[in-house]
Structures are given as C-alpha cells and as structure tokens.
C-alpha cells in the first residue's frame, strides 16, 4: 500500500509539473487557448506504472536479487561476449557473419540506409578515439569535438586555398588533430576530474567560436563548401557510387581503429594509460612518466577525431561551425560511458544504438531528448560500469610459481 501511495504522489506531482506546458497550448494568431487535459491523465498513468516499476526494482537491488532491466540485460550481453572470446571457434563465426553483413549492406539497401550507417560508424571511430583518453586513461574530456572540427577544416581550407584532394588532406588532418591536443594537453597537465572537464569544454567552445568569428578564413556561420567527395584514381563517380565508396571506406577505417587500439591497450602504453586511470599517484610511484603518458592519451585520442572530421567533410561536401557544438560531443561521451568505459566492443554497440535508433524511430522523435535521458538516468543505477564493462587484467600463480615462492620465503 505504501508503494502505492508513493507512486500516486510521484505521478500527481508530475502532473502539476508539466501541465502548463503539455495541456495549455496558446494561438496567438485566434487569440484562442486550447486545452488538453486528457495529456495529463496518460501522463499521471505512466508515471503512476513506472514509479511502481522504479520501487519494485530498487526493492529487489537492495535484498541482493536480480533485476530485469538494462543491467542483467548488459550482463548477459557481458557474459555472451566473454563466452565468443574464450572459444576462437564462435568468435571467428561471428566476425565472419558481422563482416558479410557489414560488406552486404550498401548493396542489398537504399542509400538512404547507407548514408545513416556511414554517419553511425563515424561515431564509433570517434567514440573508440575518446574511449582512449576517457576509458584507458580515465580523463574526463568534454571538448572531444573540437578535434573533429580540425580535421573537418583542415580539409576544407587546404582545398579551397590550396587545391589539395583528400588523399592528402587525411593524413594532414589526422597531424593537425594531434597538435591541438597536444597544446590542450600541457596546460592540463595538473588538473583531474571536474577541473579538466571544464577546461576542455572552453578548449572545445574557444574552436567552435573562433570557427564562427573569423569569416575571413573559415567562412564564419556560412562554412565552406563544394568540398569534393574522396576519388578513386581518378575516376568520375555519380552521387549512388560514391556514398557506396565512402561507406566502405569509413568501414575499413572503423576496422583499422578497432585493430590499432586493441593492440594498443596490451602494449606498454595502454597498460600506462589504464594504470594511470586506476590511480595517478601510485602509478607516479611506479616510475611512469605521467606527463608524456598524459600527452599520449590527448595524442592518440585526436588523432582518430582528425580522421573522422576529414571524413565527414568529404562525405558531407559542406561544413559550418554548428555541426560542431558541444552536443556533438556530449553524445559522443555518451556513448563511452553508455558502452562502457575501456570496452571496444561496448563503445562499438553503444554507438550504434544512440545513432541508429533516433532514425528508425522517428515516430517518436518528440520524445528522443526524454527517452535518452531516463535511458542514461536507468543506466547509472542499475549498470553504471556500461552495457559490456571493460576488462581488467588477472594474474593467477601456477602450483611451480607457489613451491618457488615458498621456498624462497
């Protein structure tokens, strides 16, 4: 009974809340005021449905049983995903029927589906490039976008002033990218948590409003375009064949990203970047270099951002300072922290979801903003190490290893 009441208040009270702006619509052109109260009762119901929900399960977290929600659902996933890697047979049958599909795509759907997939696997390339500073090396960056920005100029300007094509313009792009985190990252070198998210959060504002406020060269709110799409030896290509092209060219470079920073994370520097996330002072005491092994997470984490930003310039022909504003990299943050910070795998499926699933689910895109929100506020309580929580290390002492030891003691 108390549950309830409980739920009762909650759903009165969110009545009270929203009913000015759900259930009062105002036409200024009648001079009319139109009411919608039956708005309020669906609501008042929902509300009343979910906080029994909501109680329910914070009930059964608190006695230690399992909950079905997003957490036993990214459990699952977890324990799934661990299962492919211990046996190379499944895991070898999976990536082959993932690569068919990801190779079929373009051919067997419309470009329409295809442009959505190449703007989805951008996303992934560049939610693995800030998974590298944000889940190896456990620095909170909000201004991720701005090297995105970079790359996506450097290509652009290096065009219109220089002729240049895209062949050379990524790898430029990608050097361009890695500068400007390197110049965020010395004077950063000191500041942790909430003191470096809000310095790179003015580094990525101080892009975008010297992108809008200097017409001369960037183009200022106007931008720049007639960019040309990336060519093929020449080749002249209609609008069909060269989004097919760019799509498997972006899904080479996702392929490229994945292999580079799973190497990356069993190699000397990856094993520094997660020791450092882990604890920076005992990490210091180790003997680690902390400022050249900081450097290297803002390196290595701008340049795949470079990358992508060229990328989007040439599939997009047309840029401007507002496809870079600080949701762009909210959402990308999101998307590390919804996957899992650490976890190639889950970065890869959370981006997928949070790019895809506004697309095809237009009929409710009213309610995209409130239906992300109460997805992230559910992740954080029930599943709040992501849908597939990254791996740590174990060491395990073999029966030869234990007779040594004892002996030696």
């Not at 299962?83 to 051919?107: F, N």
């Not at 590298?132 to 290096?158: D, K, M, S, T």
């Not at 065009?159 to 361009?176: K, M, S």
Request: net charge positive; charged share 10%.
């Amino acid at each position: 009974m108390r549950r309830v009441i409980k739920a009762l208040l909650t759903a009165v009270w969110f009545m009270i809340l929203t009913f000015p702006v759900m259930c009062i619509k105002v036409n200024s052109i009648d001079n009319t005021v139109n009411w919608y109260p039956e708005r309020a009762f669906w609501l008042g119901v929902g509300v009343f449905v979910m906080a029994l929900i909501w109680d329910w399960c914070f009930a059964r977290k608190s006695r230690g049983l399992p909950v079905l929600s997003l957490g036993a659902i990214g459990e699952s996933m977890g324990n799934a995903l661990r299962r492919l890697q211990e046996q190379p047979h499944y895991r070898g049958g999976a990536l082959i029927l993932l690569a068919l599909v990801m190779l079929a795509m373009p051919v067997v759907s419309s470009i329409y589906q295809t442009n959505i997939m190449i703007s989805a696997l951008l996303y992934v390339m560049l939610a693995l490039g800030l998974n590298i500073v944000v889940g190896l090396a456990g620095q909170l960056v909000l201004g991720y976008v701005a090297f995105y920005a970079v790359g996506a100029y450097a290509y652009g300007l290096l065009h219109q002033f220089f002729g240049l094509g895209f062949w050379v313009c990524l790898p430029i792009g990608g050097f361009l990218a890695v500068l400007f985190g390197l110049v965020l990252g010395f004077p950063v070198l000191r500041l942790r948590g909430d003191y470096l998210a809000i310095v790179t959060l003015g580094f990525g504002e101080i892009v975008r409003l010297a992108l809008l406020n200097w017409p001369s060269l960037t183009g200022g709110p106007s931008g720049i375009s007639n960019i040309p799409r990336p060519g093929l030896f020449g080749l002249e290509m209609d609008i069909n064949i060269s989004t097919i092209y760019i799509y498997y060219l972006v899904l080479a470079a996702v392929v490229l990203t994945i292999i580079v920073i799973s190497r990356l994370k069993n190699s000397r520097v990856g094993l520094a970047l997660q020791a450092l996330r882990e604890d920076e002072i005992a990490c210091e005491a180790m003997g680690i270099d902390i400022t050249r092994v900081k450097l290297s997470a803002f390196a290595l984490g701008s340049c795949w951002a470079g990358f992508a930003g060229v990328i989007f310039a040439a599939k997009t022909t047309y840029i401007n300072p507002s496809s870079f504003g600080f949701m762009e990299s909210a959402m990308i943050l999101s998307m590390v922290v919804l996957g899992g910070m650490g976890s190639i795998v889950g970065v890869v499926i959370a981006a997928m979801i949070l790019i895809l699933a506004p697309e095809y689910l237009r009929a409710f895109s009213e309610y995209r903003m409130l239906i992300f929100g109460a997805i992230m506020v559910i992740m954080m309580i029930f599943r709040p190490q992501g849908l597939v929580s990254g791996e740590r290390r174990k060491y395990k002492i073999s029966a030869l290893q234990k007779k040594t030891l004892e002996g030696r003691s």
